[in-house]
């Protein structure tokens, strides 16, 4: 049977991280527009990979995860407060790119419907679908 533990620790780090992105760290090369997007904690508790998600261009996002590994062991010392654990997983960081692959789908997608909405407006009918139209009979 499958424990739920290693889950709910990693929900309880996603916290703690966030908490401390936004107000503790002060690490310039950190951007505040970086949000821990999700925790993968092994099943021992041994290792948590906290993926962060940066606003930003890649360079930006690989500054900040720069930052990030530099203040590692002050984060994990922070976790370790909080988490009433034997002992503290470590952590490694990684960059998230799922939501920015998302938002470039979801823009050329709407690329898309509206190349396809001025198609339809532009669309002059053929002879015989106006014909059918006047007389009001489907021939197909």
């Known amino acids: 049977m499958r424990s739920h533990r290693p889950e709910r620790v990693g929900n309880v780090i996603r916290q703690i991280i966030g908490e401390a992105i936004a107000s503790r760290l002060s690490d310039p090369r950190i951007d505040p527009l970086t949000s821990v997007t999700r925790v993968e904690v092994t099943a021992d508790l041994e290792y948590a990979k ?3 998600s940066v606003m930003g261009s890649r360079q930006v996002g690989q500054r ?3 930052g990030l590994k530099s203040a590692r062991g002050y984060v994990r010392q922070m976790v370790a407060q909080k988490l009433t654990l034997r002992q503290c997983p470590n952590i490694s960081f990684h960059l998230d790119e799922s939501l920015k692959k998302a938002a470039e ?3 050329l997608i709407e690329k898309v419907m509206g190349e396809n909405e001025v ?3 532009n669309h002059i009918p053929d002879q015989d679908e106006s014909a059918s139209e006047a007389t009001g009979r489907d021939d197909a």
């Open 50 to 52: 906290v993926f962060v």
């Open 119 to 121: 198609q339809a407006r």
């Open 64 to 66: 900040t995860l720069a």
């Open 105 to 107: 789908t979801l823009r």
